[in-house]
């Protein structure tokens, strides 16, 4: 009897000890992929779909800094956000007060009328930008 005494004792002695639970593996993963998606939100983000008309001249400058994007369902872009045609001059002449030489580069759906592309380099031109090139796609 003093055994199972003694065997009770030892069991009632025994502490639980809680599991600790590392964090290093989860913040290590975390951060990668705060990193991951600081690098492929601009990429992602610059993804307007636009079918530009196929052209043979290539574009002289090497960055595009400012862009005007038309889309075939005619919704306006400038540099990749969205704005209306009223408040596209205010932000192109804030823009070419930086840089006046910068060439602004329309980039319009080959199913949008002429007449609309046109429309947005009278503005353009109106906010005074001094060079207007006109996006293609190179042909094959």
Do not use: C, W
Not at 99 to 115: L, N, Q
């Amino acid at each position: 009897m003093s055994k199972i005494r003694s065997l009770k004792k030892k069991k009632r002695k025994r502490r639980i000890e809680m599991p600790n639970v590392s964090l290093t593996p989860l913040i290590d993963t975390a951060l990668t992929l705060l990193v991951i998606f600081m690098i492929t939100a601009p990429i992602v983000h610059n993804g307007i779909k636009v079918d530009l008309p196929f052209g043979k001249s290539k574009e002289v400058g090497s960055q595009q800094e400012l862009v005007v994007t038309l889309r075939k369902d005619e919704k306006l872009f400038f540099n990749s956000y969205p704005i209306t045609k009223e408040n596209l001059v205010d932000s192109v002449k804030k823009a070419v007060a930086q840089k006046e030489d910068i060439p602004v580069y329309v980039k319009a759906d080959e199913s949008v009328s002429y007449g609309k592309v046109i429309e947005i380099v009278d503005q353009l031109k109106f906010a005074g930008v001094k060079f207007v090139a006109m996006s293609t796609r190179p042909s094959t």
